[in-house]
């Protein structure tokens, strides 16, 4: 239920950024804490989508839920499944705040990928719906929608991490 409030309210084009239906509901002492970490990183995040964001290291217990925050409202239609993205993004690991992958690194070309086509982990899959061209997302994904209990064989993303992106839809 949590999921499916989260992923609606990201998709009214009214809503600001934080708050919005969201905060109207009450949370319970957990969502409060989880909620105060995410919109500290949410504040932290810049808005130009033309340079790579700095994401500052999460702070206190990761949110056991998928969230996604829009940080800048794109224009044009909204993705949904079967359409091409073309991406650029950040990730770091909730535990440690430490980056482990960003296409801007890349000599910033953008990662693309089919949407909804299980090309990339489920927490993309679901959290990059609704997303306009030109806009930038938080998405904080925990570890069932990312790389599980294995994380990743190169190591880089430990087993059972929360994840941490900022993208950009390019």
Do not use: H
Not at 118 to 144: A, C, S, T, Y
């Amino acid at each position: 239920l949590l999921l499916s409030v989260g992923i609606a309210a990201c998709g009214e084009d009214d809503e600001p950024a934080s708050g919005g239906a969201e905060s109207a509901a009450t949370p319970t002492p957990t969502e409060t804490a989880s909620e105060s970490g995410v919109e500290a990183v949410v504040q932290a995040i810049g808005e130009d989508t033309k340079a790579k964001p700095e994401i500052p290291a999460p702070q206190g217990d990761p949110p056991p839920e998928l969230v996604i925050r829009d940080i800048v409202k794109g224009k044009g239609p909204k993705a949904k499944a079967g359409d091409e993205m073309s991406m650029q993004y950040v990730g770091v690991s909730w535990s440690t705040g430490q980056q482990f992958d960003a296409s801007w690194d890349r000599g910033a070309q953008p990662f693309t990928f089919q949407l909804g086509a299980g090309m990339v982990i489920p927490g993309w899959d679901q959290g990059i719906v609704g997303l306009r061209k030109g806009g930038r997302r938080l998405l904080i994904i925990p570890p069932e929608m990312g790389y599980g209990a294995q994380g990743t064989p190169d190591g880089a993303i430990a087993p059972n991490e929360t994840l941490v992106f900022v993208v950009d839809r390019v």
